[in-house]
């Protein structure tokens, strides 16, 4: 049986710190980067890892975050399901503290208004 994965990817950028600043306070971190994530990217991955048969389905915008989403795709072997140049994929700053609590603050792009007609279209 094949598994359809239907939700988001979009762009984590992740920060590790000390701890979170105080308002108005400068902090430097320790850790930066940049990888696709989102709810759906994450299971796609894991059921990638587990060797088991499945389609991912994201909707991939156009834009700087969007481009990082299609090469990473293409990388893992996922055809694009859906593309849709209304707006750009979204992020989410991921700030981790050395204890490994982690603060999230996210900009939804098109994977935050999924659309009925996109599933048509499978």
């Not at 000390?18 to 400068?26: A, I, R, T, V």
């Not at 994450?42 to 969007?66: F, I």
């Not at 209304?86 to 700053?93: A, E």
């Amino acid at each position: 049986m094949k598994t359809l994965v239907v939700g988001a990817a979009m762009i984590d950028m992740l920060m590790k710190l000390d701890k979170l600043p105080k308002s108005g306070e400068d902090v430097l971190c320790s850790e930066a980067g940049i990888v696709v994530g989102g709810c759906a990217y994450n299971v796609a991955s894991t059921l990638r890892n587990l060797e088991c048969e499945h389609d991912l389905c994201v909707p991939v915008g156009t834009g700087p975050y969007g481009d990082i989403i299609a090469k990473e795709l293409d990388r893992c072997g996922y055809d694009i399901l859906i593309r849709d140049g209304s707006r750009d994929n979204g992020y989410c700053l991921d700030l981790v503290e050395a204890t490994g609590e982690r603060t999230f603050i996210t900009a939804q792009g098109i994977e935050g208004a999924f659309q009925h007609q996109w599933l048509g279209k499978l």
